[in-house]
C-alpha cells in the first residue's frame, strides 16, 4: 500500500473508526466486521487491513494472529482462504513445505504434502511433477498400508482408478484383471469387489458395460442366479436390477422348509390361490394363517406383512371373521 494509504488505514485503527470511514477506503462491510473482531480481540490488524485480502482471507489471518501464529508467511493476498489455512497448520505442525508455500499450488497438495511430512514421508517430488492433490492423497494412503502404487502413478491412472487400484493390492485381489486405462474408476470398483467376492468378473468385465451395469451383475453372481439373462450391454441398469430381483425371489422359492412347503400343499389341495403366501419370507405359522383365513373366504390383505408375527396374524384373521358375521 502506497504510504498516504498507510497512515489513513492506521488512523482509522486509532481511532476506532465506524464503517463508513473503512468503506471510504474501500473496504466492504464484511471486510470492517473482520477488522473489528481483530480490535475486539487486540490483535494487530494492520497485518491484514488491506482491501486486497478479502473477509475470509482476514479471517484466517486474524484467527492465525490471535493463536499467536507467525502470519508473515501467509500474509499474501495471492493466497485464497484455503491455502492460508493449511499454511497455519503446517506451522502449528512444524512441517516446512519448501517450494510447495507458493500460491500456484492449490491448498489440496500443500495439506497432503503436509499430513505426508507428518508421516516422515515426502511428497513434494510429485507435486513439483505436477500431479493433483487428490492423487498425492492416494500416494499418501498407499504409503501409509505399505504399498507401492508408484508405477500406477507414472502410468497416467487418476485418482479414482488409483483408489481401486490400491484397495485391489491391500486386499489381495489380481489388478491386472482391471488395469485398462478405459475403465473409470467406478468400473474398476465393481471388478475389484467382484474379485473380493470370488465370482467369475468376466462375466460383466466388457468395456462396453457401464459401472452401475456392472454392479447389477455382480450382484446377480454373488446372489447365485443365472445372470447370462440379463448380462447384456444393451439392458440399461434399470431394468437388470428389476430382472436380478425377480430371478432372485424364483432363487428363494426353491428354499422353502419341509414346515412352509406343507402349508402350500395344504392351500393347494382344498384349491387356494396359494400364491398369496408362497413366499420364503412368511414363517409356516404365518402361512398357516394366511392359508386359514383364505379358506374362509376372507381377503387376507391386512395380513400380508411378514413383519407381524403368527399372533398378530391370527389376531386381525379372527377381527376380519368377525366383521363378516
Known amino acids: 500500500m502506497e ?20 468503506r471510504k477506503l474501500g473496504f466492504n462491510h464484511m471486510q470492517y466486521i473482520e477488522i473489528q473482531k481483530g480490535l475486539e480481540a487486540g490483535v494487530d490488524v494492520s497485518v491484514y487491513a488491506n482491501p486486497q485480502f478479502d473477509a475470509a482471507q482476514m479471517k484466517s489471518l486474524r484467527l492465525g494472529l490471535k493463536s499467536g501464529i507467525d502470519v508473515s508467511r501467509l500474509a499474501n493476498p495471492e493466497y485464497d482462504f484455503m491455502q492460508m489455512e493449511e499454511i497455519k497448520n503446517s506451522i502449528v505442525a512444524g512441517v516446512d513445505l519448501g517450494e510447495i508455500e507458493n500460491p500456484k499450488y492449490d491448498y489440496s497438495i500443500m495439506r497432503e504434502i503436509r499430513l505426508g511430512a507428518e508421516n516422515r514421508y515426502d511428497m513434494t517430488r510429485y507435486a513439483l511433477m505436477g500431479y493433483s492433490g487428490n492423487v498425492l492423497r492416494q500416494i499418501r494412503f ?38 485398462l486405462h478405459e475403465y473409470s474408476g467406478e468400473q474398476m470398483r465393481q471388478i475389484r469387489l467382484g474379485l473380493e467376492a470370488g465370482v467369475d ?10 459401472s452401475g451395469q456392472m454392479e447389477q451383475v455382480r450382484l446377480g453372481l454373488e446372489a447365485g ?26 432363487e428363494m422359492a426353491y428354499t422353502l422348509d419341509e414346515m412352509q412347503s406343507q402349508q402350500i400343499l395344504i392351500g393347494l389341495s382344498k384349491g387356494l390361490d396359494v400364491s398369496v403366501y408362497a413366499d420364503v419370507k ?12 383364505l379358506e374362509h373366504n376372507i381377503n387376507p390383505s391386512p395380513m400380508l ?21
Open 3 to 22: 504510504e498516504e494509504f498507510k497512515k489513513e488505514v492506521s488512523n482509522c485503527i486509532m481511532s476506532n473508526a465506524d464503517g463508513e470511514q473503512w
Open 142 to 179: 498407499a504409503r501409509k498400508a505399505d504399498v507401492d502404487i508408484s508405477f500406477f502413478v507414472k502410468e497416467g491412472f487418476d485418482e479414482r482408478q488409483l483408489n481401486e487400484i490400491r484397495l485391489g493390492v491391500e486386499n489381495c485381489v489380481d489388478v491386472t484383471r482391471y488395469l
Open 201 to 210: 468378473t468376466s462375466q460383466y468385465s466388457l468395456l462396453g458395460f457401464s
Open 225 to 250: 442366479v443365472d445372470v447370462s439373462v440379463y448380462a447384456d450391454p444393451f439392458i440399461d441398469a434399470l431394468e437388470m436390477k428389476e430382472m436380478r430381483i425377480n430371478l432372485e425371489n424364483d
Open 282 to 293: 412368511y414363517t409356516y405359522a404365518q402361512m398357516e394363517q394366511i392359508r386359514i383365513a
Open 305 to 325: 406383512d411378514n413383519h407381524l408375527d403368527s399372533k398378530a396374524m391370527e389376531k386381525i384373521r379372527k377381527e376380519l371373521e368377525n366383521d363378516l358375521l
